[in-house]
């Protein structure tokens, strides 16, 4: 669930991946440096890693694209992905594919 926006940053206490995918479509997919993605939601990347399990890591699927918001011009906070994004970082990519939502996208979730 959506809570608010502070500071144009999504607060998200809870969230389902079935009320996000309605507002995911082929024209929103985009490739994204992962030095823009500066935002998460709840922890720093270092803390991430250090709390993340690496059979998650290992295990998560990269072909499916994550899901970002873009709370200003080329900077993007997480909203599903985390641990795709970590396995990309780990692995030295610099890009992923990733559906960028706005905030429009995220108002037609929220009424």
């Known amino acids: 669930m959506v809570n608010s926006f502070k500071d144009n940053k999504l607060t998200i206490t809870r ?3 079935s009320d996000w995918l309605p ?3 082929a024209s929103s997919l985009k490739i994204i440096p ?3 993605i500066d935002k998460w939601l709840n922890d720093s990347s270092a ?6 399990k690496m059979k998650k890591l290992y295990l998560c699927d990269e072909r499916y694209p994550g899901i970002l918001y873009e709370y200003k011009p080329d900077k993007y906070q997480i909203i599903d992905g985390t641990h795709r ?3 990309q970082l780990n692995q030295n990519k610099t890009t992923g594919i990733f559906f ?5 996208d995220i ?4 009424n």
Do not use: A, P, Q
């Open 15 to 17: 969230f389902f991946l």
């Open 23 to 25: 507002v995911c479509k």
């Open 34 to 36: 992962l030095n823009k």
């Open 47 to 52: 803390d991430l890693f250090e709390k993340t």
């Open 85 to 87: 994004i970590l396995k």
């Open 100 to 104: 960028v939502l706005n905030k429009e």
């Open 107 to 110: 108002k037609s979730i929220i």
